[in-house]
């Protein structure tokens, strides 16, 4: 069972445009996990954030969580052909349930 | 820096055979996991260990075995391969598991096809 699901499956834009991705998640979280997937490769930790906080920043990334929602939205400012790959929330103590992802292609 | 490591990167197995899929962490971490990724189904849990000594069943542990010979080393078995098993492996760690959360650490995984 997927605890996550990330909206859009598939987003498609230019280079410089602004990219958000969003999670919805079923049960109670203590936080809540955003990953990145290059083509062919394993998963990179992006961001982390806690039931109590409601917004956080990572260099080009913001991510949100709204708990009365049960959401999340990462936002990717600025984007570059770079960041090019699918994207995954994830959530769980200890253990980790992921959605089945977004796949952002950022065309030059 | 050599993060988590996973060995074979890519293997083709004959229906009933076996293998070990092996997995080594060099960051200190308590927990490891193994997953498997299949297209349209994202990643779903194998088998974890929270920490050494202990291995837990994950969401899909039908037709598989770990070990977690010590705390770096956590492999994954398949005593009888099946076409259903055909997926991409990915290893983690992370550095605490139980009520803690972390930012996993992945593998580069390994890419299996059974025939």
């Known amino acids: 069972s997927q605890q996550g699901e990330e909206d859009p499956q598939a987003l498609s834009i230019q280079e410089g445009e602004n990219a958000t991705m969003n999670c919805s998640y079923k049960?109670?979280?203590?936080?809540l996990q955003w990953y990145r997937q290059n083509s062919g490769r394993g998963l990179v930790h992006l961001i982390l954030i806690r039931s109590n906080e409601r917004e956080k920043h990572s260099g080009r990334l913001r991510v949100t969580l709204d708990t009365s929602k049960k959401s999340s939205s990462l936002l990717i400012t600025a984007s570059r052909a770079a960041d090019t790959a699918s994207y995954f929330c994830a959530t769980g103590q200890g253990k980790l349930t992921f959605g089945q992802g977004t796949i952002l292609t950022v065309h030059p | 820096n050599a993060g988590v490591t996973q060995t074979p990167k890519f293997q083709v197995l004959k229906t009933g055979q076996s293998m070990t899929l092996q997995c080594a962490q060099d960051?200190?971490?308590?927990?490891m996991y193994w997953y498997r990724q299949d297209p349209g189904m994202g990643l779903r849990l194998i088998y974890y260990?929270?920490?050494?000594?202990?291995?837990d069943k994950g969401e899909v542990p039908n037709g598989y075995n770990v070990s977690r010979l010590n705390k770096r080393e956590f492999s994954l078995r398949l005593e009888s391969a099946a076409p259903s098993q055909t997926s991409v492996y990915f290893c983690?760690?992370?550095?605490?598991?139980?009520?803690?959360?972390?930012?996993?650490?992945f593998g580069s995984g390994t890419r299996l096809t059974v025939v």
């Open positions: 049960t109670s979280i203590n936080n």
């Open positions: 260990s929270a920490s050494e000594g202990t291995t």
């Open positions: 960051m200190n971490h308590n927990s």
């Open positions: 983690a760690s992370s550095e605490a598991g139980g009520q803690g959360s972390y930012g996993y650490t």
